[in-house]
């Protein structure tokens, strides 16, 4: 009976210590899934002059190599790569669009520069779309609504401001209202 006890106590810890390595080790979580905090990424060169991150894509996104901390302990790989938002640019210089669009927007040069060229045509044909159509550009261009026909940014000097416009998406906070 002095056996069975021992061989059933020895199989209990056995077993609960097992079950204590499993439970700790799925305590520990992918490197996939770190927060921010807990890893560290290379920062991608920023250029200045243009206010966009070097190697850019169209889809604007950046590649960006990240390692884990220190004090960090996850499953998987300790570096990893991490896709960024970014601002893709190509050579449209807002403020070269925007003084085209105050002084020959009439003929349709800023539409034609933006890459727009039947609009170009059409405010060319109607002086601006009777003036109305260049005052509406120049808003446009100057609120930086209408943007390269290529779906770029403009190249915007770092003195100036960059309008961003406001995306709602799963990450934004909605308040609703109580009926």
Do not use: H
Not at 15 to 44: A, G, H, M, R
Not at 101 to 107: A, D, E, I
Not at 154 to 162: A, C, K, Q, R, S
Request: overall charge positive; aromatic content about 12%.
């Amino acid at each position: 009976i002095k056996i069975m006890k021992r061989i059933f106590l020895f199989s209990f810890l056995a077993v609960f210590l097992s079950d204590q390595e499993t439970l700790n080790l799925s305590l520990i979580p992918n490197c996939n899934n770190l927060k921010e905090s807990q890893y560290t990424c290379n920062e991608p060169k920023f250029i200045k002059s243009s206010q966009s991150i070097e190697g850019c894509n169209s889809n604007r996104t950046i590649t960006v190599s990240c390692t884990i901390n220190n004090n960090v302990t996850c499953k998987g790989s300790e570096s990893f790569l991490q896709t960024r938002s970014c601002r893709y640019v190509t050579d449209k210089e807002w403020t070269t669009a925007l003084t085209l669009s105050v002084f020959l927007g009439v003929f349709g040069i800023d539409r034609f520069y933006l890459g727009y060229p039947f609009i170009g045509l059409v405010k060319f044909s109607t002086l601006g779309g009777f003036l109305l159509g260049n005052i509406a550009d120049i808003l446009l261009i100057a609120t930086q609504v209408v943007r390269p026909a290529d779906g770029s940014d403009y190249i915007i000097p770092y003195e100036l401001p960059v309008f961003e416009r406001y995306k709602p998406s799963s990450n934004t906070y909605q308040k609703y209202k109580e009926n």
